[in-house]
């Protein structure tokens, strides 16, 4: 079997799907793997340390998907709507592709590859049970967002995060909030306080208490009904906009008190909740921060601008997305890991085994047979189920 690692074309991508560290868990296997030339240079991974571990580079695009039976990226179709479109002329019917998809959203594109032929994997619909922990690439990445979100604050914000005792005074420590516990705020939370912050933290998974207060933040506990707030996976679930305004008028007294407010909370294949609204950035002091991790999907303040750092009323917000492609180097080196627990288990004498009884499997086949094969995908395209019996190999 051939595994091909083509360079990522999403603008601002700096991640590769998979690093020199990674390919002896694929070519102790017997895999190949194809790497185009520059693929990991962003990442700070040279053709050489490729060489070395044992990949061929190649210098056509166009060769490493016509040669490879498995495309692994960190961006497919669909995750890359514009620049991806250009590889579907390069793929195959039976080959597959294993990236992050966008397939909740991205609807239009899923189908393209569906026609394609293509056997496609959406890693960010990666179950969250325990075997599958070593493949959670949302739980990687998650955590790199929560780390660099808090540095994103601490250059912008005109102060210190902690206290300090000075000939001149004493420094009162930084104020910080963040809003949703999940990996990428509990990331934010223990980095603001290894920074020397003040931190409190709130999510309506009241289950998540413990983890907050055990990184040494303060549980906000606000008289908001959190029943039944809990999804599948341990997501939070989506509430109705009622919940949610409820939420902001109990949550405002404790934004306008921060100096730094952290925001990531997210629903998967739904738009971010706002959780931070006009009235709220409002009330905040002047040069005070809001980090909005969730500003790919929409963002979590009302006045996020994705892709950008607005000012308002005096107080910055920063919207940073791909976040993760900021730390390209550990980045990647997490998300290969990923990739290749996910990858070496279905390898079957130079085939991809799809056993479908297997819910990693399962969960996170997108297209098949020219067909899109995910159950969710397929109802929101308004598609009957499709047959029980989809075959096991590929």
Do not use: W
């Not at 808090?150 to 004493?170: D, H, I, K, N, Y």
């Not at 606000?222 to 999804?231: A, F, K, Q, S």
């Not at 799809?354 to 397929?378: F, M």
């Amino acid at each position: 079997m051939i595994v091909g690692v083509p360079i990522e074309t999403f603008p601002g991508e700096r991640r590769v799907a998979l690093v020199p560290a990674a390919l002896p868990l694929l070519t102790d296997k017997g895999v190949e793997v194809l790497v185009e030339e520059g693929a990991g240079e962003s990442a700070g991974y040279s053709n050489d340390a490729y060489r070395d571990s044992g990949a061929r580079i190649v210098e056509e695009r166009a060769e490493v998907f016509t040669s490879a039976d498995v495309i692994v990226q960190v961006r497919g179709l669909g995750a890359n709507p514009d620049a991806g479109r250009a590889d579907l002329e390069y793929q195959r019917a039976g080959q597959g592709l294993i990236s992050f998809l966008e397939p909740l959203t991205a609807l239009r594109e899923v189908e393209e590859i569906a026609r394609t032929g293509v056997v496609a994997f959406a890693m960010e619909l990666m179950p969250r049970v325990t075997r599958a922990q070593s493949m959670d690439v949302l739980s990687s990445m998650a955590t790199i967002s929560g780390y660099k979100a808090v540095l994103f604050a601490a250059e912008a914000l005109p102060r210190m995060f902690p206290m300090m005792m000075t000939a001149a005074g004493t420094v009162t420590p930084a104020r910080v909030l963040v809003v949703g516990a999940g990996v990428a705020g509990l990331q934010a939370i223990a980095t603001a306080r290894r920074l020397g912050a003040v931190v409190q933290a709130y999510d309506i998974r009241p289950a998540v208490k413990e983890e907050i207060e055990s990184l040494g933040a303060r549980y906000v506990d606000l008289p908001v009904d959190t029943r039944e707030t809990e999804g599948e996976g341990g997501y939070a679930k989506a509430m109705d906009e009622d919940f949610y305004r409820r939420q902001r008028e109990t949550l405002a007294n404790v934004v306008v008190q921060s100096d730094v407010v952290i925001t990531t909370a997210a629903v998967p294949g739904k738009r971010a909740p706002v959780l931070v609204d006009r009235e709220m950035v409002k009330g905040m002091r002047p040069g005070s921060v809001i980090v909005d991790v969730a500003a790919e999907r929409g963002g979590n303040c009302e006045l996020t601008r994705p892709g950008e750092t607005a000012s308002v009323h005096g107080v910055s917000i920063i919207g940073h997305t791909n976040i993760p492609s900021t730390v390209p180097h550990d980045a990647s080196q997490m998300y290969a890991r990923n990739i290749a627990n996910f990858l070496v288990p279905m390898l079957d004498h130079g085939t991809l085994n799809l056993d479908l009884q297997d819910e990693v499997v399962r969960e996170t086949l997108v297209t098949n047979g020219g067909q899109v094969a995910h159950p969710k995908v397929r109802e929101l395209l308004g598609l009957p189920a499709a047959a029980d019996d989809q075959g096991k190999d590929s």
